[in-house]
């Protein structure tokens, strides 16, 4: 209990002598991993094109296709450690964002195979992961990938994505705890959190699995490039 989970991690890793960065070599390295990354590339594709399709409006959104691309990931690769080492071991993708929604996608629907989810609520949670973000397409570039510090004016630009992404999504037929997980991501249980400042009771489940899937995704890919 006295460690956090950054400390947890590095301690494994000095207790079995392995080096982060050979581990994570090997895995880049296997013939299972080419089998993720191109299974990875096909779900960028499709998710590329739903959102263009939501923002556009120039075409049906295949949530379908969007979800089987991901299903395929996880059906073919067990949820347990290697696919969440496979997942920080992606690389090489110019859009960060469609690829953070990827990888919040495919650590939700673990997580709702754990929690004991029907088949239908993991489905319905997944795609809620693949469109948390989509109100960032609505944000300048620059800002979204500027490497330094944001000013207090861009930060709250960058907040307005939620807002964003739910008004992206109101019109589309999708079930309404997808539109709460793009509005409410952000969102934390002790009220700190945005574009209300909910608190847990007024916070959707779905919402809250997305938002803690994502700060997993970030502390351990950030770990993971050590």
Known sequence: KSYNM?????HIFSEYKIESGNY??????????????SLFQESVNNITDCINAVVTKSGEV???QLLDSVKKITDDFNPDVSL???IHCIEGYDDLTYIHSINVALIARVIGNWMGMSPEE????????LLHD??????PVEIITKPSRLSPTEYALIQTH???GYNLLENIELDERIKLAALQHHERCDGTG???GYNKDQIDKYSKIIAISAIFYQKKHNFASD
């Open 84 to 86: 969440f080492d496979m």
């Open 24 to 37: 994570y070599k090997k895995i880049k390295e296997s013939e299972q991993f080419k089998i993720f990354e």
């Open 162 to 164: 939620t807002i964003h």
């Open 62 to 64: 295949n949530l379908e």
């Open 134 to 139: 989509i109100g960032k397409v609505m944000i």
């Open 194 to 196: 945005y574009p209300n």
């Open 122 to 129: 993991c489905d319905t949670l997944t795609i809620c992961g």
């Open 6 to 10: 950054d400390d947890l991690e590095r």
